[in-house]
């Protein structure tokens, strides 16, 4: 005898509430639990018709990322969205034709799939470029034209940037920048960990209020603590405003790393010009015109540790943030996430400091694909260390 799914009572099979639903009949007690199953399938068809154009994901990608790696935390809600999927043996198994509509794994509490899980809450999405002439940063050069349109506009006394040491090229070295010369010395991309925090300080201590920081989701995320906890050394500091410049990072790497990997290769660091990672490459332009690209798994080795529990790739806590995924070569991506974010970035477009446009879905897509890289290594880090 037929289980009325909704109320769960045994029904007779010659009852008149019955409907048919992806090749089955499911039979009901009254009309009140058919209008109930109707109703609910009807939400299914809709939520399928909209994932119905986005990736395909199959009960084997949920199995592949959750289940086996034991992350499953066996809430029934994968069991619940399908009638294919049942728990069995403390686990979900697919016990019907699986037609990868990603229902199942967009509704597992334990995976990442919308945006505001994988890089966070923003205003608006660009693709910038400088408009400054003369000005040759890394992407787009964005960072560094906003940080000279506030400098300009007296919006900020100075700029916490990352510059490299003269002493041993590209080692990083954070600097308190309050000219313009010391914030174009600062643009460029380096791999490598920089103590931030130590400059953000001596600013303070120097007696500056406006304070323009620019850092990676690490740094960010320091100062944040350091503003918001009630234990923060800016908590209760009011004499400073700090707005936070954050930097798409997916690894940073020991200095002495990325110096060995070259050396072994006949590349002296004083002969580099510029350093990228794009696209599981590792592309480095020398000073005499040439380009060479590595493996970046040839710099596993010397991958900062932290980085292999770090989730966040957008710089989530800044109130803009930047970084070369998404956007074209030349162009920076851009969320403008906080009020003041949003402002100033727009008034440095209107200032004719930056050219910028809206971020298309496809360009946006890039960033998300990559965070979430960035953000399931923490249930499978083996995985991303045999990649």
Not at 229 to 236: I, T
């Amino acid at each position: 005898m037929p289980l009325d799914p909704i109320c769960k009572k045994i029904v007779s099979d010659s009852t008149e509430y019955v409907s048919d639903y992806g090749g089955k009949c499911y039979y009901f007690c009254s009309p009140e639990c058919k209008q109930k199953f109707d109703v609910l399938e009807k939400s299914v068809i809709r939520l399928k018709r909209n994932l119905g154009d986005k990736e395909k994901i199959s009960f084997g990608k949920l199995k592949r990322d959750i289940i086996k790696p034991g992350i499953c935390t066996l809430c029934g809600a994968c069991a619940a969205s399908c009638e294919y999927i049942t728990i069995e043996d403390g686990a979900p198994k697919l016990v019907g034709p699986c037609k990868a509509c990603g229902v199942c794994y967009n509704q597992c509490p334990r995976t990442i799939t919308t945006e505001e899980g994988l890089i966070g809450n923003f205003r608006y999405a660009y693709a910038a470029k400088s408009a400054i002439p003369e000005l040759k940063g890394q992407d787009g050069g964005i960072v560094t034209s906003l940080l000279l349109y506030a400098l300009d506009e007296g919006l900020i006394d100075c700029a916490v940037v990352t510059t490299r040491s003269k002493e041993e090229p590209w080692k990083p070295m954070p600097i308190v920048a309050t000219t313009r010369e010391e914030i174009l010395e600062s643009g460029g991309s380096i791999y490598s960990h920089s103590m931030t925090l130590e400059a953000l300080m001596s600013a303070i201590k120097q007696g500056m209020h406006s304070i323009a920081f620019v850092g990676t989701s690490c740094n960010i995320d320091a100062v944040t603590k350091m503003q918001k906890s009630s234990y923060g050394f800016l908590h209760l500091f009011m004499r400073a405003k700090v707005l936070k410049l954050g930097l798409f990072c997916m690894d940073t790497f020991s200095y002495e790393g990325i110096k060995a990997v070259l050396e072994s290769y006949g590349i002296l660091l004083e002969n580099v010009e510029a350093m990228k990672i794009r696209k599981g490459k590792f592309e480095v332009s020398l000073k005499n015109g040439e380009d060479r690209v590595f493996e970046l798994s040839e710099f596993d080795e010397y991958r900062s540790s932290s980085c292999k529990f770090c989730t966040d790739l957008a710089s989530e806590n800044a109130d803009i943030s930047f970084g070369g995924v998404g956007s074209p070569n030349g162009w920076t991506t851009v969320f403008t996430r906080s009020a003041i974010g949003y402002e100033i970035f727009n008034e440095a477009v209107d200032s004719g400091y930056i050219e910028a446009r809206h971020l298309t879905d496809e360009e946006l897509e890039k960033v998300l694909n990559l965070a979430k890289m960035k953000k399931v290594q923490m249930y499978a880090l083996h995985m991303r260390e045999k990649a």
